[in-house]
C-alpha cells in the first residue's frame, strides 16, 4: 500500500472515530432531552389540572417569561457558544489549570454580575412586570400577585446561567449526561411542587414559583459531582483583566444581540397572529411546541455534541477536519430531521387529534393548528441545519457572522409576514418563518464555503437524495397506516394511540429498510456506536 494511501486511511479511521464520538455524545443528549420533553408536556398538563387558565396561571406565565427571556438572551445558548471555544482553546494550548482558572474567573464575575441584575429586578418587579402585561394594572390582585411570583424567581436566572457555564465545561471535556438532565430536575422539582407544596400555600401558585427556583438550585448540584472528579475546584477568582474573559465578552455581545433577534421574531409573529381570527395565536402555539419537539430532540443534541469537537479542532489548527465534521454533522442531522418533518407532515392531523381533540379544542381547532404545523414542519430541516451550522462559525470563534445572517432572514420573514398573512392566514405566518429559515441555512453554507475552502457538498447531495427516496417511502407507508381511522372522532385515545403508534414503527421501519439497501454513510455512522454498546455490554 502506498504511503498516500495509508495517510488516507489514518485520516478516515480519525474521522470515523470523530463521528462516533459526536452520535455517542448527541444519542446521550437527545436521551435526555428526550425525557425532559416529556417531562415538560406532564407539567403542563398538571400545572393545567390544578390552576386551569384562570388568573392565577396567567399571573405564573407572565412573571416565569421574565427570567425565562432573561435565561435565552444570557444563558443556554449565547454562554456555552462564547465560553466554550475560548475554554477548549486553553484546555488544548495551555493545560487544564489554566483552562480551569478561566472557568473559575468566568463563573466569579457571571455571579456578580448576575447578583446585582437579580436584586435590580426584585426591586423594580412593578415596573418589569408592566413592561409584559399592562393590562394586568387593572385588576389590583392579579397584579399584586404577578410582581410577587417574579419576585420569587428572579433568582432563577443565576442558577440556569450557573448551569449554562458547567455545561460548556463539561461538554468541553467529553462528558454530556449530567448537563443534559438539568433540565429533568427543574420540571421534577415544579411537579413535585404542586403536590407538595402548593397545598400548604395561601396562594397555591406560589408554591409552584417556589418549585421553580428548587429546580434551579438542583440543575447546579448535579453538575457539582462531575465538575469535582474532573479536578474542578470552586473559589473565587476575580481578574476582570484577563485575556479570556475579555474574548468571552466579545464573543458574547454579538451572540446576545442575535438572541434579541430571535426574540423580536417572536413578538412580531404574536402580534400579527392576534390581528386574525380568534384562536391564530393558539393555532401557532400549539403546532410551534409539536415542531419543536424533534428539533429540540435531535438537532439542539447533535449541536451540543459537535460544538466542543470542532472547537478542538479549531484550537489545535485541524481545519480540514473541521470542516470534514461540519458537513457530517450536517448530513447526520438532516437523515434525522427531514423523515421527523414528513411524519409530522402526513400524520399532523392524527397526533393533534390525539393530543388536543378534547373539551373545548374542536375537530376545526384541530385542522386550524394542523395547519400551522405543515407550514413549520416544511422549515424543520433549515431550522436543524442552522443549529449544527452556526456550531462551526463558533467554534471559529466567530459569533458575529451567524448575527448578521440571522438579521437578513429575521428580515426576510418579517417582509413575508406581511406578505402571506392576507392568504394563508395563520398558515402564512408559519410558512414565512420556514422560508427565512431556509435563507439562513444557505447563507451560514455559502459563507462557511467561501471562507474556509471547498466542503464535501456532492457527498452531501447524494445524501440528501437517498433521503428523500427513503422519506417518500415512509411518509406513503404511515399515511397508509393512518388511514384506517377516522380522525374526526373524539375521544378514542386508546384507538387513535395504536394507530399511531402503527404508523410511526412502519414508518420508521421502511426508512430504515429503505436507507440500508441505499447504503446510507449516516445509517451506518449512527449504528456503529449502538454495536460497539451491544459489544460492550454482552
Same mark, same amino acid.
Given at each position: ?30 436521551? !435526555? ?73 468566568? &463563573? ?58 458547567? &455545561? ?32 400548604? &400555600? ?6 409552584? !414559583? ?99 469537537? &470542532?472547537?478542538?479542532? !479549531? ?224
Amino acid at each position: 500500500m502506498s504511503r498516500k494511501n495509508v495517510e488516507e486511511s489514518a485520516e478516515k479511521l480519525k474521522g470515523d472515530g470523530e463521528n462516533s464520538r459526536i452520535v455517542r455524545a448527541a444519542g446521550v443528549v437527545g436521551t !435526555a432531552t428526550l425525557g425532559s420533553r416529556i417531562l415538560g408536556f406532564v407539567r403542563d398538563m398538571v400545572t393545567a389540572f390544578f390552576f386551569g387558565t384562570g388568573n392565577a396561571a396567567d399571573a405564573f406565565f407572565v412573571a416565569f417569561t421574565i427570567p425565562n427571556l432573561l435565561r435565552r438572551l444570557f444563558a443556554e445558548g449565547t454562554m456555552t457558544v462564547s465560553f466554550v471555544p475560548v475554554f477548549t482553546d486553553y484546555l488544548v494550548n495551555r493545560g487544564r489549570d489554566e483552562a480551569f482558572r478561566v472557568a473559575r474567573i468566568t &463563573m466569579t464575575i457571571l455571579s456578580i454580575v448576575l447578583v446585582v441584575i437579580i436584586l435590580i429586578g426584585i426591586v423594580f418587579s412593578p415596573e418589569i412586570v408592566f413592561l409584559f402585561a399592562p393590562g394586568f394594572k387593572g385588576d389590583p390582585l392579579k397584579w399584586e400577585l404577578t410582581v410577587d411570583l417574579t419576585r420569587i424567581m428572579f433568582p432563577y436566572i443565576l442558577f440556569v446561567s450557573l448551569t449554562a457555564l458547567a &455545561m460548556g465545561v463539561l461538554n468541553s471535556m467529553g462528558h454530556f449526561l449530567a448537563p443534559a438532565s438539568a433540565p429533568i430536575l427543574l420540571n421534577v422539582a415544579m411537579i413535585g411542587s404542586m403536590f407538595l407544596i402548593s397545598p400548604l &400555600m395561601k396562594r397555591p401558585i406560589v408554591g409552584l !414559583a417556589w418549585g421553580v427556583i428548587i429546580g434551579g438550585l438542583l440543575q447546579v448540584l448535579l453538575q457539582v459531582g462531575p465538575l469535582i472528579r474532573r479536578g474542578v475546584t470552586f473559589r473565587l477568582s476575580l481578574n476582570y483583566s484577563h485575556p479570556a474573559v475579555k474574548m468571552i465578552l466579545k464573543l458574547m455581545l454579538p451572540a446576545v444581540f442575535g438572541a434579541s433577534i430571535y426574540q423580536l421574531n417572536v413578538v412580531v409573529i404574536r402580534l400579527l397572529a392576534s390581528m386574525l381570527e380568534p384562536g391564530s395565536v393558539s393555532y401557532l402555539y400549539y403546532a410551534d411546541r409539536l415542531a419543536q419537539f424533534p428539533l429540540g430532540i435531535f438537532a439542539v443534541a447533535i449541536g451540543t455534541a459537535v460544538l466542543p469537537s &470542532m472547537s478542538k479542532m !479549531a484550537a489545535t489548527g485541524r481545519i480540514d477536519e473541521l470542516k470534514e465534521t461540519f458537513t457530517d454533522s450536517l448530513s447526520i442531522a438532516l437523515f434525522i430531521t427531514i423523515p421527523a418533518a414528513v411524519g409530522l407532515i402526513v400524520l399532523r392531523v392524527p397526533i393533534i387529534s390525539l393530543l388536543f381533540y378534547r373539551g373545548e379544542f374542536d375537530y376545526s381547532s384541530v385542522v386550524s393548528t394542523a395547519e400551522a404545523l405543515l407550514y413549520f414542519s416544511i422549515g424543520l430541516p433549515a431550522v436543524s441545519g442552522v443549529r449544527v451550522m452556526a456550531n462551526g462559525f463558533y467554534a471559529l470563534k466567530d459569533t458575529a457572522t451567524p448575527v448578521k445572517i440571522g438579521a437578513v432572514s429575521i428580515a426576510l420573514n418579517i417582509v413575508l409576514c406581511f406578505l402571506l398573512m392576507g392568504p394563508l392566514r395563520h398558515g402564512g405566518l408559519a410558512l414565512a418563518v420556514s422560508v427565512a429559515a431556509f435563507l439562513n441555512a444557505f447563507l451560514l453554507l455559502y459563507v462557511f464555503r467561501r471562507r474556509e475552502g471547498r466542503l464535501r457538498l456532492r457527498r452531501l447531495f447524494v445524501s440528501l437524495v437517498k433521503t428523500t427516496i427513503a422519506c417518500t417511502a415512509m411518509g406513503a407507508s404511515s399515511m397508509f397506516v393512518a388511514s384506517f381511522f377516522d380522525w374526526e372522532l373524539k375521544g378514542q385515545i386508546l384507538s387513535k394511540l395504536i394507530f399511531i403508534t402503527a404508523a410511526i414503527v412502519v414508518g420508521v421501519l421502511v426508512y430504515t429498510a429503505v436507507t440500508y439497501l441505499m447504503g446510507s454513510r449516516e445509517l451506518k455512522g449512527i449504528a456503529k456506536p449502538i454495536k460497539e454498546k451491544l459489544k460492550i455490554g454482552s
